[in-house]
Every structure is written in C-alpha cells, then in structure tokens.
C-alpha cells in the first residue's frame, strides 16, 4: 500500500480483505463502511490518512491498556480458563515466571484432572519457574484440588495463586457448570477469590472466539483475556469484537512456548500489526 | 439461519414481482455474509459466490417461483463439492502402512493419534505409536498415557531427533509385527523455518503413506496460511478437523481444501479415543451454511 497516494474505491477495498483476514469479522466491514463516509465526505484523502483513521478505529475499540494487578490480601487468586488447546497451561507457567521474577512466592493449582498428563506437564513447568505445584490424583474432583491449592497458598501466605483449569469447549454445559463451581470454592476459601478470571484464546479462532467469550463470561466472572500464539501469523483480530461487544480487555500477549514469551497487551501495537 | 435470511430478501418479489438481477445480488451478499461468519477466508468465500452465481444464471433462478429454495440449494450443492473427493481414503498394507501427523500447537495431534490408533486396532489391525514430539514438557507421558488406556504399544525415547525416531520406528514396527505406524509430531509455526524443515526431515526418514493436516475446526482466515506452508512442505493427503463437537461452523474445511486440494477426511468430535468419524461434506455444507 502504498503512502501518501490519493485515496480511491479499489484502496479501501484492499483495505477491507486486509482486515476482514485479520479475524475482525463484522468490525472490518464497520470500520471500513465509516472509512467509506469519511472519504465521500473529504475527511480523509490520501492512503496515510486511512491507516491512520483505521489504526485509530482499532484502538479506541480496544479500549485503554489493562494490567493484571497483585490487589487485596495475598494472595491474588487468578483461574484460567479457555477452550481445549489454547494455551491455558503454557499461560500459567509465563505468569508463574513473570510473578517469581519479581521474587513473589507462586502457587499453581494443577486444576486439570482429566487429560492425559496434564500434571506432569505443569510439574515440569512449575520446577521450572520456581513456583510451588499443588495438584490431585488423576480423575479427582478439580473443585478439591482448586481449594487445596488455595489452603496452601492461604497458609504459605503465597502472593498469587495461578489455577489451572481442563480444555473445554462451551457447548459442553456441565463442563461450564464445573467451572462454576471451582470459581465459588475459590472464593469459600479466599474471600474475593477469584480476583481474576483469565480467557486464554488462541489467535488463529475466528468468529467462535466471540462465543467462547460470551459463554465463559456467563459461567465464571471473567476479567480479561490472554490471546496465546500471536507469534504465529494470525493476527488474533476477535479481540475487537470482544472488547466491543463482551466488554473484555486483552491483559496479555503469548509470543513463544518459553516462560518469557509473554508480554503485557499494547493496543496501538496490536492496531499497527494488523496492517503487517 | 442463511434460510430464513434468504427467505426475506426474495419474500417482497414473492407477492407478484418479478426477479431482477439486483435482488439475486441482495440473495448472494447474504450468503457471502453467512461464510465469512462461518471463517470461510474472504478470497475463497469471493470464488464460491462466484460459483453459485455462475450457477443461479445458469439454472435460471431468476424465473423460479421459489428463489430462496434453489439458491440454497446451489449453495449447498457447491459447499459440497467444495470439500468432497472422489478418491475414498484406503489405509492399505504396506508392511507398515505409515501415517504421519502435524500442525500448530494445541490442534489436537497427540489426541487425535490416539484415536486413530484405536479406530484402527477396531479394524482388526496392529498399531504402533511413535512419540515424536520431543519438546513439549510431558509430551512422551501424555501418549503413553493414551497407548495404556487402549492397550497399544507406543515407541517412545530421549536423545535422538524426531527425524531419527521416526526413520527407526519402521524397521522396529516390522520386527514387532506392527502393520499401521502413527507418528505424533510437535506442534509448531508455519513460520518458524527450523521447525518447518524439522517436519520435512520426518517425513524424508519415514517415508509416510499418509500425511494429515491436524487442524482446529474453529481457525479463522489464517487456516489458508498453515495448511498452504504445510501442504507445500509435506504434500499433504488429507485433513484431520478437530474439536467439531463445539459450535464453530467450521469453515476452515472449506478454505483448506480450496488452496491445497486436500479434502478432510476424519473429524474430531469429543475428547475420548472413539470420537473420531469419517468426514461426510453433505453433512459439513449444512454446519457451514448454518
Ligand atoms: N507458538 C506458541 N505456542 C504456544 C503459545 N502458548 C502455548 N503454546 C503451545 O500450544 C500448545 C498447547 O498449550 P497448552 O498450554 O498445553 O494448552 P492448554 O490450553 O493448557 O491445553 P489443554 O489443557 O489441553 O486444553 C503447546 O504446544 C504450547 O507450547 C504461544 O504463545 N506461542
Ligand atoms: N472437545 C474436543 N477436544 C479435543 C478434540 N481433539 C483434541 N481435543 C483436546 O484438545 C486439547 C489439545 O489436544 P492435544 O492432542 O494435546 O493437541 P496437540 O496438537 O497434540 O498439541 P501440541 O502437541 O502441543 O501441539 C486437549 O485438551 C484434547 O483433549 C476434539 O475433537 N474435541
Ligand atoms: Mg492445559
Ligand atoms: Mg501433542
């Protein structure tokens, strides 16, 4: 694309296809029809002038940055929670790191009972991270393991508590119940627990993401949303719509499977990499 | 549902009026909407109007007294196509018969390996599964695990590389009288070039006669550039879609096919070792077209 040029019909176009690929869905047709009219209306001319309207459509959708925050009396109780695959547990091992680097003491709840493996991955990564591993014999109820967790945390007076919870897709209503239900043994036995609830979300879903956000947000008080693998080439475009429509801030960036390949979410980074 | 979006578009020429070609254009962006809902990738959901267009003047919907039936039905008809093959899928004998798996991180490789293993030991063969993933933490147990749980024996070590591995997994299938090798690879990026040449590796050892594309069912545009990179490294035979038991339309089928030519032919439909079908596109041209 390229700058400075006069801005015409075929530009926004491309336009268009280049945000409808970066997953925006019905926000792209939105943000071009309002590109449209700025344009018949002479209020943007040239081709700097659209990325610079569009850039900022994506921001002010995004919403103003969203940090995770240590609060209340530790510890700091954080649930993950996501479909099958998007990279809940690899998530919780770059918290673990982000919170032991700042030499906080970490507990892990391995809340996953039912996959195959499921603790032994999170044992390796606790050891790695320096994080405290407090998990339950496979197939137990994952609502014990979640609360067990929390006594620990609570008596080792841990900073923050990371609790890790199954894949599950949202149409599997007693899978959603479940999650229900580790969310308010959390808080029997930390009162505000869970002061976060984090969505993890794989970058390359398309439009289903908004349903994953809707549907966990009806089962647990989600507060934001981790979009795992944005190293890849998906540009993760259905955090707009969420934002718009959900109400959910993106919290943080995973760009790698190591326990630093984690960053807090800048939403003009993210504007301008759609256009990348 | 594209049904009743159709049925009210053409609803106020049904009392009377006659078609005209703009209200056809209202029929077919309305079906444009409906696949991009359904992440059907924006240039493929383009050539696909294009089809049913081609087909609608065709057929002369213009002159039918039920326009919203027909257009459907074109649609479906072309959805259909769009994803079925001609050639069913024989896993034949070839003292083993190798079968590899790949694709990004999380689409359900390790899983789906072992569902396959199962449907095929069902089948009345002798599976063998190959742990070649060797960097995920607990990757090995986590298949291990799977082979325990259905009784089939899976080759698994430290200290080699999966292209070695898996060149070794052949000769040792055929002294243990295995006739079917699974091999269950790391996920990783299209763009990530040592891994992309690591899987290429794999496949050049273990001569594999069946490569599956392991993919999530709720990817969105970016599935045309995965599955393309893997296509054009590993040559792929078909697609493995997982996770269909969500409610994703599933479009990625489509956009995968339509830029690799390789047709899905299992899907994934639950978490167990026996929810793995066979891909039936009639069945998938409805659940995109909603
Ligand atoms: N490239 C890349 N890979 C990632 C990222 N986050 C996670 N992964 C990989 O994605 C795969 C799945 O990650 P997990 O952490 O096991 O995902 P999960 O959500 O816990 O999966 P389930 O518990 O089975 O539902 C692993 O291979 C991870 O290494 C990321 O930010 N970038
Ligand atoms: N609901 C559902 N879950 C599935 C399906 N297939 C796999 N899963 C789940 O998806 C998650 C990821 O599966 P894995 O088999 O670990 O995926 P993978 O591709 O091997 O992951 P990496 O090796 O990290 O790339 C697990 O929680 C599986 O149980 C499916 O068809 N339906
Ligand atoms: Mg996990
Ligand atoms: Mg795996």
């Given at each position: ?30 943000m ?129 508590l ?14 959603m ?21 984090l ?7 398309g ?6 956000a ?63 | ?7 009210k ?94 694709g ?17 030991k ?6 063998l ?130 830029v ?31």
């Amino acid at each position: 694309l390229s700058i400075g040029r006069d801005l015409d019909d075929e530009t926004l176009d491309r336009l268009e296809e280049t945000l409808y690929t970066a997953d925006l869905g019905p926000s792209a047709t939105a943000m071009i029809e309002k590109a449209r009219k700025a344009y018949k209306l002479r209020e943007i001319k040239t081709t700097d002038d659209v990325m610079v309207f569009l850039r900022k459509e994506i921001e002010d959708r995004l919403g103003e940055r969203s940090e995770l925050e240590l609060r209340g009396v530790p510890p700091t109780v954080v649930l993950m929670v996501g479909v099958n695959g998007s990279g809940k547990t690899t998530t919780i091992a770059k918290l673990a790191r982000h919170f032991t680097q700042q030499g906080k003491k970490v507990v892990i709840g391995a809340g996953d009972t039912f996959r195959a493996a499921a603790a032994e991955q999170l044992q390796i990564w606790a050891d790695r991270v320096g994080a405290t591993l407090v998990r339950g014999k496979a197939g137990a109820d994952p609502a014990a393991v979640a609360f067990d967790a929390a006594e620990k945390a609570a008596t080792e007076k841990a900073d923050v508590l990371l609790v890790d919870t199954a894949g599950r897709l949202v149409t599997q209503a007693h899978l959603m119940q479940e999650l229900s239900k580790i969310s308010r043994v959390l808080g029997k036995r930390i009162p505000g627990a869970p002061h976060d609830v984090l969505l993890v979300l794989d970058a390359t879903t398309g439009q289903n993401a908004i349903q994953q956000a809707e549907k966990f947000k009806a089962a647990v008080p989600v507060t934001g949303l981790i979009v795992a693998k944005l190293d890849g080439s998906a540009k993760g475009g259905a955090v707009v719509g969420i934002r718009e429509r959900v109400g959910l801030p993106v919290k943080f960036i995973g760009v790698g499977e190591k326990a630093d390949d984690l960053e807090p979410f800048d939403p003009k980074e993210f504007a301008r990499s759609m256009f990348e | 549902s594209i049904n009743q979006n159709l049925q009210k578009v053409f609803a106020r020429f049904q009392r009377g009026g006659k078609l005209t070609d703009g209200n056809i254009q209202d029929g077919l962006r309305e079906i444009r909407q409906a696949l991009l809902d359904a992440d059907v990738h924006f240039k493929v959901a383009k050539d696909l109007i294009d089809e049913v267009t081609n087909r609608a003047v065709g057929e002369k919907v213009i002159e039918s007294v039920t326009p919203a039936q027909q257009i459907i039905k074109i649609f479906h008809d072309v959805l259909t196509a769009a994803m079925a093959s001609d050639k069913p899928l024989v896993i034949g004998q070839h003292g083993p018969t190798v079968i590899m798996l790949a694709g990004l991180q999380g689409s359900g490789k390790t899983t789906t390996a072992g569902k396959l293993a199962n449907l095929l030991k069902k089948r009345g063969r002798q599976p063998l599964l190959v742990a070649a993933d060797l960097q995920r933490p607990a990757a090995i147990e986590q298949l291990k695990v799977l082979g325990q749980q259905l009784g089939i024996p899976v080759l698994a070590k430290t200290g080699v590389t999966p292209p070695d591995l898996c060149a070794e997994a052949i000769p040792f299938a055929r002294a243990n009288g295995h006739d079917v090798v699974i091999l269950d690879t790391a996920g990783r990026l299209h763009i990530d070039e040592p891994l992309m040449q690591e899987v290429a590796a794999v496949k050049a050892r273990a001569k594999p006669h069946h490569v599956f594309f392991v993919c999530d069912a709720m990817t969105g545009q970016d599935a045309v550039n995965s599955a393309r990179a893997f296509h054009e490294r590993l040559a792929l035979d078909g697609v493995i879609l997982t996770k269909l038991d969500g409610d994703t339309r599933g479009g990625a089928a489509i956009s995968i096919r339509h830029v690799t030519g390789a047709p899905v032919r299992f899907v994934g439909l639950g978490e167990k070792l026996d929810q793995l079908e066979e891909f039936h596109a009639d069945r998938m041209a409805s659940r995109v077209l909603g």
